[in-house]
């Protein structure tokens, strides 16, 4: 049963001291096999009055953005088509990376590729998984895509993974893996047969 105590200066927010604990969880996690209820994480807090490093009082360092969250909310903002909302979420040197090693750096250039590919495309989610990196953290989430082709035809179902570098709370690399290619193909089969 291991516990973990961990000091922080006053002044965080619940939430901030919640997705501590759970992050401090699951580095408990990764190493000892142990259940989640079997851990156990304490946030002690010290007053600021109470804390000197350098000979000097200190304040709290700002918590980051939640990881998982900037994704989830510009992917939110893709799919309304709100460009100039989504843009606020991506970093310098943004790059994304398509299947068939389709390379963009603008929002618009993405909304030019999948044009041709399907009318609209919308993400049904599984999951997003954060994983701390030090001053990148890594987002994956995965799903299925539902949407209409150009011709009006519905589909759903296909799988996604979308793999995205998060640095100083901004979106600089995104990378796509999904099955469209596939369902394509056996549908092109089938209107041969």
């Given at each position: 049963?291991?516990?973990?105590?961990?000091?922080?200066?006053?002044?965080?927010?619940?939430?901030?001291?919640?997705?501590?604990?759970?992050?401090?969880?699951?580095?408990?996690?990764?190493?000892?096999?142990?259940?989640p209820?079997?851990?156990?994480?304490?946030?002690d807090?010290?007053a600021?009055?109470?804390?000197?490093?350098?000979?000097?009082?200190?304040v709290?360092?700002?918590?980051?953005?939640?990881?998982?969250?900037?994704?989830?909310?510009?992917?939110?903002?893709?799919?309304?088509?709100?460009?100039d909302?989504?843009?606020?979420?991506?970093?310098?040197?943004?790059?994304m990376?398509?299947?068939?090693d389709?390379?963009?750096?603008?929002?618009?250039?993405?909304?030019?590729?999948?044009?041709?590919?399907?009318?609209?495309?919308?993400?049904?989610?599984?999951?997003?998984?954060?994983?701390?990196?030090?001053?990148?953290?890594?987002?994956?989430?995965?799903?299925?895509?539902?949407?209409?082709?150009?011709?009006?035809?519905?589909?759903?179902?296909?799988?996604?993974?979308?793999?995205?570098?998060?640095?100083?709370?901004?979106?600089?690399?995104?990378?796509?893996?999904n099955?469209?290619?596939?369902?394509?193909?056996?549908?092109?089969?089938?209107?041969?047969?």
């Amino acid at each position: 049963m291991p516990i973990v105590t961990v000091t922080v200066l006053e002044g965080y927010d619940s939430a901030t001291r919640t997705r501590l604990g759970k992050q401090v969880t699951d580095a408990v996690r990764a190493v000892v096999d142990a259940p989640p209820e079997a851990v156990t994480v304490i946030i002690d807090e010290v007053a600021r009055e109470n804390y000197l490093r350098g000979g000097e009082h200190r304040v709290p360092g700002p918590p980051r953005p939640d990881p998982a969250q900037i994704v989830h909310d510009f992917l939110t903002a893709m799919e309304a088509r709100d460009l100039d909302r989504a843009k606020g979420f991506l970093g310098e040197g943004f790059e994304m990376v398509f299947p068939g090693d389709a390379r963009m750096t603008t929002l618009e250039e993405l909304v030019a590729f999948a044009g041709p590919r399907y009318r609209f495309v919308k993400k049904s989610y599984e999951r997003f998984d954060a994983v701390p990196g030090g001053d990148i953290a890594i987002v994956y989430c995965f799903g299925t895509l539902n949407g209409e082709w150009p011709d009006g035809e519905a589909f759903s179902g296909i799988r996604f993974i979308d793999r995205f570098e998060i640095t100083g709370g901004r979106i600089r690399r995104q990378q796509v893996w999904n099955d469209i290619a596939e369902v394509v193909a056996k549908q092109d089969k089938g209107a041969r047969a």
